[in-house]
């Protein structure tokens, strides 16, 4: 990587300037560039704002290679691909809807542009390039500063790297950069890339469990929630955690406001119901979403986080429409760190699943990038839970390294296969999110524990096949970390009560390969030791056949 062009586009004043020098009257770019890493660190007189900063880098693809860039978050579809494969983007039948409106800011598409030509990829804070059991990782050291994009272009034999600094003036010194080159096996070069980082090992054990989410929705209450707890109590099975999900607060953003009609007894009571049955209580939250509706929005106006017009950022079209809650603000923050204390202190919850994580940080504010506010924001989570659990969910991942127990790797599971094909890249899809489970593998024991969402059995309130459904409780077992049904167990049949306890066995396995089929791109073909024996699994993910 020593040998690379830089691209700079900055406002000095009121005037844009683009050059490709490292120094110029207005700054100074001090750099040290070696085969494996490059630093940079800009220096200014006086306040210079960049609008683009880029490094090129020559790299040459060959047609058997397969590329895989990180998605912008915890919902973005990612999977390996091939180099001359199409890149994800939003389709021009659904850009004007989404883009139209806050559907947009679950993903990047406010502030990096996409390519719709084969072979043009991008990604966050690393990505890689595969030649059979051999590993090219290029990844960031430090998203504090900014987040690190990735674009591959397998057309023209170049990797360039982009940093976002957009919201920040730099006035004095600043690390720009900071990325590494690491070749070997996949297991040599993450083993190297989070030791650089820092972050040990998750420790965090394997969990089996239940949420209620992919039954019920929101539309929960004691009487299901106990009889779900009761049926599943039953079950010969190793089962550690009992999940409540959205549904039990009177609005997003009031956590600690209990719907009276529904959970008449509070949310004490079920955390004490879970603990009698031997299993941890968890509960859901957004922790920095506030519905348009709820109480904190419209009495705390002031503790939103605002637009460049002062206007309140708009997150998301979820419950009819939220707000993020700005933990520069003082009132804010306590008001957050109140909402833990109650849950984990004086409810008893032993793990939040916190999900919506990315509103803190969809525009950049306060002189801080995208960023730093959201490598902060995941800073104030953890030292609000302590030393309890915490399931990330909707996060930006390289802020959630080491700093989460477990995370999702992948979208919201579909109560059907294909689910909806045309939309942005953070919808609910099931295809999707068995991709990032297999492809976001190397995440697994070393950011944290891998979340690959549920697996569901039963016949009722389901479009997928029993088939189908087998894939899914294959894949989150080979793979994933937490292993979650949404099912009332107590109505399973033989096969299906056989199947479950299948998927929660905790058994010893050792993925040796996992990859598509290079004549058959729909099929992914996996090889795994099982306690020791080897096995082999393949399915058609376009299709949802066991091959």
């Not at 939003?90 to 598409?109: A, K, Q, V």
């Not at 477990?406 to 919808?427: P, Q, S, V």
Request: hydrophobic share 35%; net charge negative.
């Amino acid at each position: 990587m020593e040998k690379f062009k830089l691209h700079l586009e900055y406002k000095f004043g009121k005037t844009l300037y683009v050059t490709n020098q490292f120094e110029t009257e207005h700054f100074r770019m001090h750099y040290k560039a070696f085969q494996d890493h490059i630093t940079m660190r800009m220096q200014t007189p006086a306040p210079v704002r960049v609008k683009k900063l880029a490094i090129t880098i020559p790299y040459t693809f060959s047609s058997d290679d397969r590329v895989f860039l990180n998605g912008y978050q915890s919902w973005t579809d990612c999977r390996e691909l091939f180099v001359n494969d199409k890149p994800s983007y939003l389709n021009p039948i659904c850009s004007l809807g989404i883009m139209g409106t806050s559907f947009r800011s679950s993903g990047d598409y406010t502030f990096v542009s996409y390519s719709k030509k084969p072979g043009m990829f991008h990604g966050f804070s690393y990505g890689y390039i595969r030649r059979g059991e051999t590993y090219d990782l290029f990844a960031s050291l430090n998203e504090r500063t900014g987040y690190t994009i990735f674009r591959f272009d397998c057309n023209h034999n170049t990797i360039t790297i982009e940093k976002d600094l957009d919201g920040i003036a730099i006035d004095g010194e600043y690390d720009v950069l900071d990325i590494i080159h690491l070749n070997g096996t996949e297991d040599a070069v993450f083993d190297k890339w989070f030791s650089l980082l820092g972050i040990p090992k998750a420790t965090a054990p394997v969990k089996n469990g239940y949420t209620t989410w992919y039954n019920y929705y929101p539309n929960i209450n004691e009487k299901i929630v106990s009889d779900d707890l009761e049926s599943l109590s039953k079950v010969d099975a190793d089962i550690d955690i009992f999940q409540i999900d959205d549904g039990y607060q009177t609005n997003v953003g009031d956590w600690l406001s209990v719907d009276a009609k529904k959970f008449p007894c509070g949310m004490k009571v079920i955390a004490d119901k879970i603990h009698q049955k031997g299993m941890a209580a968890g509960l859901w939250l957004a922790p920095f979403g506030a519905q348009y509706v709820s109480d904190v929005a419209k009495e705390h106006p002031d503790w939103l986080i605002l637009d460049a017009k002062g206007k309140p950022v708009r997150c998301g079209l979820n419950w009819g429409g939220f707000y993020a809650l700005d933990i520069e603000n003082p009132e804010a923050r306590e008001y957050i760190r109140h909402v833990f204390d109650v849950v984990l202190n004086d409810w008893g919850y032993d793990l939040v699943k916190l999900d919506f994580l990315y509103a803190a940080a969809i525009v950049p504010n306060h002189g801080k990038t995208r960023g730093q506010l959201m490598c902060e924001a995941m800073d104030f989570l953890r030292e609000c839970v302590g030393d309890k659990l915490i399931l990330g969910c909707g996060v930006p991942l390289f802020p959630a390294f080491g700093k989460v127990d477990y995370c999702r790797i992948g979208a919201d599971m579909g109560l059907n296969w294909k689910g909806i094909t045309f939309t942005h890249r953070e919808n609910v899809s099931t295809i999707n999110t068995l991709g990032n489970t297999i492809f976001r593998r190397h995440l697994d024991g070393r950011a944290f524990r891998n979340d690959p969402d549920v697996f569901l059995l039963r016949e009722n309130n389901m479009q997928c096949n029993f088939e189908q459904r087998k894939i899914i409780s294959t894949v989150n077992k080979l793979f994933g970390s937490v292993l979650f049904t949404s099912d009332n167990v107590g109505d399973y049949n033989q096969l299906q009560l056989q199947t479950l306890l299948k998927t929660f066995k905790k058994d010893d396995i050792q993925i040796q390969k996992a990859e598509f089929l290079s004549n058959d791109r729909r099929v992914i073909d996996i090889q795994y030791l099982e306690n020791g024996e080897p096995n082999q699994f393949r399915f058609d993910l376009e299709h949802g056949k066991i091959l």
